[in-house]
Structure formats: C-alpha cells, structure tokens
C-alpha cells in the first residue's frame, strides 16, 4: 500500500508526524478516509476520534475540531485539541461533559444550538470510548 505524510498539530504539541497508509478523519459533513493520492482538500473537523493507520498498526487520537488540508506534500490536521487515547483522563473527559450539561441552562438561541451540538460529539466521543470497536 503507498504511503504519504501525515502532520497532526494542536497548539500544545505536534501530536503525530510520520508516513501513514491512512487517515481516518472526523469531518463537520461527515467522516472521510485519506489515502495516498487523495485529491486535494480542506475540511473542517468535528470533536471526534481520528485513526491513523500505518504498518498494520491503528492509532486512535482525540481530536476537539480544527482543520484538515490534504495537498501534494501529504495531509495536516491542525486540531484544537489532540489527545491520544493513552494520554486520555476518562474521569476528566467525564466531569467536562457533566460540566457543559450543566451549563445548558445558561445559554438560548444559537448559542444554546451551538452548545448542544458540541456536548453532542462530546457524548458520542464517551460512548465510542465505551464500546469495544476501538480496538
């Protein structure tokens, strides 16, 4: 299988950098896989869970939104957030969810939409970390 680069950058760290045989990407419109020779392309990512494969290996990193450019020079992901389920705190990631819930009663209009949304992913962040398909 062809390889190319893969760059995953958040304001704390450069998360990932290595050839990949593919990214699996959370976007906004909907999850897209990248392989080599993927046309060319900016998305906007949604908190999810990004894999990148390579060697038969997967990896599994969090992602809390950002921006993904695939190019001729390989796929970057710049992330808000890039947390490798290793690095994870469950009980962390928890209190946070129980946090924004808890603050839903502050917001309306758009802003309550908004806030809904992102605890969406949060939670679907959690219950995919609960299940046994990560492996």
Same mark, same amino acid.
């Given at each position: 299988?062809?390889?190319?680069?893969?760059?995953?950058?958040? &304001?704390?760290?450069?998360?990932?950098? !290595?050839?990949?045989?593919?990214?699996?990407? &959370?976007?906004?419109?909907?999850?897209?896989?990248?392989?080599?020779?993927?046309? &060319?392309?900016?998305?906007?990512?949604? &908190?999810?869970?990004?894999?990148?494969?390579?060697?038969?290996?997967?990896?599994?990193?969090?992602?809390? !939104? !950002?921006? @993904?450019?695939?190019?001729?020079?390989?796929?970057?992901?710049?992330?808000?957030?890039?947390? $490798?389920?290793?690095?994870?705190?469950?009980?962390?990631? @928890?209190?946070?969810? $129980?946090?924004?819930?808890?603050?839903? $009663?502050?917001?309306?209009?758009?802003?309550?939409?908004? @806030?809904?949304?992102?605890?969406?992913?949060?939670? $679907?962040?959690?219950?995919?970390?609960?299940?046994?398909?990560?492996?």
């Amino acid at each position: 299988m062809a390889t190319f680069h893969f760059d995953l950058v958040s &304001p704390e760290k450069l998360a990932f950098s !290595g050839d990949v045989d593919q990214v699996d990407v &959370p976007g906004v419109e909907g999850d897209f896989g990248v392989l080599a020779g993927h046309a &060319p392309i900016v998305a906007v990512i949604r &908190p999810g869970i990004l894999t990148v494969s390579s060697g038969g290996t997967r990896q599994k990193i969090i992602v809390l !939104g !950002g921006l @993904a450019e695939m190019s001729d020079k390989g796929l970057t992901v710049l992330a808000d957030v890039a947390t $490798s389920l290793e690095e994870l705190d469950h009980a962390q990631f @928890a209190d946070r969810i $129980s946090e924004m819930e808890s603050k839903l $009663s502050e917001k309306e209009g758009t802003a309550l939409d908004h @806030a809904i949304e992102r605890l969406d992913h949060y939670k $679907s962040i959690q219950h995919q970390l609960n299940t046994t398909a990560l492996h």
